[in-house]
């Protein structure tokens, strides 16, 4: 008999019964061959012995077996591992070394309209505290996120404890609406009439999870492979991957200090109609810079001559410090050409992703079916949330509260910029946003820069994933909104001495 | 002059400061043509007087549309709108009666590779209560979900408040790993381990927003337009408009008593390699069968011997009440052919939407990316909560409540249909999950029964979504898990009450 009481181990502390483990492990054993068909099993009081555990546990051992057709039990004789089950080597899928492609044989595309195997994937930082076990983590520069440590997390919290405990039936109907809450659909309505002067409908609005699902579902349903998108150079890298796995070609439009060069889009369209434009009027990514207000009109009359889709991404529309923010595109006539995206994490927290598309009743109502496909129902539970707190009036206070911080802390970075690193790098004030464009000089190239930096405990970016088309711009976008002025004034710190050739 | 103080409305409830307002409604005349190029504007003592605001106000709004370049200042003259901005006419959303699509000109397919225009969505239920304003809501019968009223809330909201209440620090670095939490994966490898038999590692799992966002994800990357899938007969139809709106054949494979036909398969596969195989393994949906031993280890050969890639979807696996659940085929042989994906959201609560892919490494690394493009870093926060609720036992302790209970729910629902329904409806009592399959009688159509129910007040399906080549099933998921005894006597009373031709 095999030595049953070695093969099969007994973890007493593990969440799965007994019974079960003792089944699986009889089943592994099948599987390697070590047990083969027609072998027979030791009697349940024996194998309880060996096993000491009660014969009640072997019994439901077999039984599950048995029920699975692994075993069967002929009289007189006791179990047997069934006949006619077909032989399979055991599998992890950590032992094959080759670790093989679940798609064809021959290498396949994995992402079909993809260019290139993988994207230039910025890593934000390291999950993870020090080797050693300290409390310190390391500081680590992000490129424009809040400040979670000023987000009303208390309010979110009673909403959901108030949410839990309603009626019963209530919460059965808590899936949600395909396009996402009613509630707070609602109240973003309300909220860009107030701040954006857009007037629009329910049927014009989804909720999705940050404005990062909205551009990639605008894009699905867009983007064909071979289409043409104008981007801006650079560009949000993360748009671009999503347009090129889509498999569209990108069109890169001048980005001076003004925004984007809307000339070049008319001769662009002058010779072809662009099947799509991505824009960013206020405060461009990565850039921050603005599009004037003349190019701003100038676009709308090209969208109307030319009758080309745009997407309007305006995650951070609400973080304004110099006058007030330029109306989106949205806002104007556009023959419902404007797809309008925005963002409610960069109003509380990274880990909180709400954002929203806006357009015409035919595409939000594609867009709702293609949410329902990824993602089924969305958050419910936090989207009512978020509703109350704006009807409660407390998003508003919270976004005016944080406008005041960062506006500090913009101002604190462009001070510590100034005194520490004049030198070194130069940039424009940006007017809104929660980031700052650092163009650093080319004696000081940011990829060793970066290096040095994270041995210094410093993480930071080494600007690579902005590079286009050969072009390196050198440049690291420093979030200071998330930063306090201690923090701001450590990192400007470790950062000038992470420089490679100070003289 | 113009009658501002009658074009200029102030809203002193609105969250919009008031020269915000101002400065928006001038913007608006501007655009309406009311204001033309060259327009003088009164100045900010008169208009404050006119507007009865402050005249500080007044020189703000005036120095954002100046900031805007929608007006300059001409010395000794005030105030004028800009010469050289285009007149553009207005334009809202909702006032476009045709609803133009952002995409071409010729109605376009938003959905490039759809075969139709839209896809036969199941509607959950009302969103709303009752008109009448009552506090009494709709009893719905879903496709089976989890009773949020037994989810351990409390102890979820103790862990965010934990989490919060860390160092800011960490905070800043819960951005999250691409793949999901560290902490997640790892608590989701020891419980598969401990429940499946499947070992595996960190390179060999994603976290994504539920079992949907897996499937999508997997079907994003395997599929191209023109590629052959293979899908039982029923089958999930969120599962068949994904890979249809992907641009996928489907080719039906049969659905009996013991999951689908492997020799059905087998013959395909002899004409031509599938280019994925979708399978529920495990409480089939909609039918809940559950795939045979010998089916299941045929299936791993033809895996073997054809080289094509399996999405494994098994979203209940943990809700078993007759004997153990069948082992996954992920967790035999498959050379890493099998993509396996699983959910958490069935354990909790609908909202909360916590599901995983499991494959080889080059393949998750590709579906993180993929994620991190339509969700940059999922709910961080939500993950950290859940991985400490597996650490601390209280997942697997809820587990098994929940499969008590439900047990228990499963064998209420079943007598009540035999009891109440006995000769309208069919059905095999099934062995897990959280929803039944009552097959109607074709002189009972669902549609109708669907149409008077609603007039009852009960919302359940038509069953429609299941239809496949013009064959009717007639048949409804009844979800026994979320209803306690007196809403499923509650139901099924209903659902009595709302059949057409009672004799």
Chains 1, 2 share one sequence.
Not at 221 to 232: A, C, F, Y
């Amino acid at each position: 008999m095999l030595p049953f009481q070695t093969l099969i181990v007994i973890d007493r502390r593990s969440a799965a019964p007994v019974y079960q483990q003792i089944a699986n492990a009889l089943i592994r054993l099948i599987r390697d061959g070590i047990l083969r068909p027609g072998a027979s099993l030791p009697g349940s009081r024996q194998l309880a012995s060996l096993l000491d555990v009660h014969r009640k546990t072997v019994e439901s051992a077999y039984e599950e077996l048995f029920i699975q057709d692994w075993i069967k039990v002929v009289p007189r004789k006791g179990p047997q591992v069934s006949q006619d089950l077909p032989e399979v080597r055991p599998h992890h899928f950590i032992d094959t070394q080759q670790q093989p492609s679940p798609g064809h044989n021959q290498p396949s595309p994995l992402f079909p309209y993809s260019n290139e195997a993988s994207f230039p994937f910025y890593n934000f930082g390291p999950p993870t505290p020090l080797p050693g076990g300290g409390k310190k983590l390391r500081p680590v520069i992000n490129d424009g996120f809040p400040d979670p440590r000023i987000a009303p997390i208390d309010l979110l919290l009673r909403e959901y404890r108030r949410l839990f405990n309603q009626s019963s039936y209530k919460r059965f109907i808590m899936m949600g609406d395909q396009a996402g809450s009613v509630s707070l659909r609602t109240a973003i309505i309300d909220f860009l009439s107030d701040t954006r002067g857009m007037t629009f409908n329910l049927d014009n609005i989804v909720i999705t999870r940050g404005a990062q699902m909205a551009i990639f579902m605008a894009a699905r349903m867009i983007i064909q492979p071979g289409s043409t998108v104008l981007v801006g150079n650079p560009n949000y890298f993360m748009a671009d991957a999503i347009f090129r796995q889509f498999g569209a070609n990108l069109m890169r439009v001048p980005v001076d200090d003004h925004g984007m060069d809307i000339e070049f889009i008319e001769k662009f369209c002058k010779k072809q109609r662009p099947d799509l434009l991505y824009i960013i009027p206020h405060h461009h990514h990565p850039t921050t810079v603005t599009l004037s207000a003349d190019r701003r009109m100038r676009l709308l009359q090209l969208i109307d001559q030319y009758q080309f889709p745009v997407i309007e991404d305006d995650y951070d529309y609400d973080f304004h410090y110099s006058g007030g923010p330029i109306l989106p595109l949205a806002s104007a006539a556009h023959n419902g050409k404007v797809i309008y995206i925005g963002s409610l994490t960069k109003s509380l927290a990274p880990a909180i992703r709400v954002g929203y598309m806006i357009a015409p009743a035919n595409f939000i109502q594609q867009a709702a079916q293609l949410r329902r496909m990824i993602d089924i129902r969305g958050d419910s539970l936090l989207e009512e949330a978020l509703a109350y707190l704006f009807k409660a009036g407390d998003m508003q206070k919270h976004l005016k509260k944080s406008v005041k911080l960062y506006h500090q802390r913009r101002n604190i970075l462009c001070g510590l910029l100034e005194q520490e690193l004049k030198d070194i790098v130069t940039f424009t004030k940006p007017q809104g946003g929660l980031a700052l464009w650092t163009r650093f000089k080319k004696e000081y190239p940011l990829p060793a820069i970066s290096e040095r930096a994270a041995a210094n405990g410093l993480m930071i970016s080494d600007g690579r994933m902005y590079d286009v088309d050969g072009y390196h711009f050198n440049a690291l976008r420093i979030g200071f909104a998330s930063m306090n002025e201690k923090e701001l004034e450590e990192a400007v710190s470790l950062l000038k001495r992470s420089l490679p050739h100070r003289r």
